[in-house]
């Protein structure tokens, strides 16, 4: 896969820098005084999450999701929570932390789930907002970049699996 795949450089180490830092600078205004609850969805929001969280300056607890869709014919989007919270949120800011919005059924998926278990405040951020395959609607309170479709790799997101080590952000074709 990785020898065969061509990428052209979309965000540079630099350009993801200054943009996680950006989205820290408004997290930690957006809840001055209170905690924060950041559920990471795997794997892709790896990376994003680690730098995000060192750079939050709020107490915060970090928490992982990891979703799985059944991949059949089409995308009518199953998903299921195949790692769970270790944790109640009920009361609690929570800030869920993802890679890339798609078609947004992951996230309608998750953000339903946690939404019953009654949080104080339920919010996302996402490192990407591609909006051009968007089924179900979903609006990310916090936006690294909006890119308007293209598969992307590196910073966490994979193909199949690989790529997600590169520090920068590439698209494949
Ligand atoms: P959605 O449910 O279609 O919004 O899909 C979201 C998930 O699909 C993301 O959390 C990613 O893990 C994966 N995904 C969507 N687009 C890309 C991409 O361009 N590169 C790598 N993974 C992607
Ligand atoms: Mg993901």
Same mark, same amino acid.
């Given at each position: 896969m990785e020898g065969t795949a061509l990428r052209e450089l979309l965000y540079s180490e630099e350009q993801i820098a200054e943009e996680v830092g950006r989205l820290a600078r408004e997290i930690s205004q957006a809840y001055t005084g209170e905690g924060l609850i950041l559920v990471v969805v795997l794997k892709g929001a790896f990376l994003f999450a680690a730098d995000l969280a060192r750079l939050i300056d709020l107490p915060l607890i970090v928490e992982f999701v990891r979703l799985s869709s059944y991949?059949?014919?089409?995308?009518?989007g199953r998903v299921i929570m195949s790692q769970d919270l270790e944790i109640p949120i009920a009361g609690k800011n929570v800030l869920i932390v993802e890679d890339i919005v798609d078609t947004g059924i992951s996230l309608a998926f998750l953000r339903d789930r946690l939404l019953e278990r009654q949080p104080k405040t339920l919010k996302i951020c996402t $490192?990407? =907002? @591609? @909006?051009? /395959? /968007?089924q179900r609607e979903v609006a990310p309170d916090f936006v690294g970049f909006s890119c308007p479709g293209g598969f992307l790799v590196g910073y966490g997101l994979d193909l199949d699996e690989e790529l /997600? =080590? $590169?520090?920068a952000i590439y698209t494949v074709t």
């Open positions: 991949s059949g014919m089409n995308t009518t $490192l990407i =907002d @591609k @909006k051009e /395959r /968007r /997600r =080590d $590169l520090p």
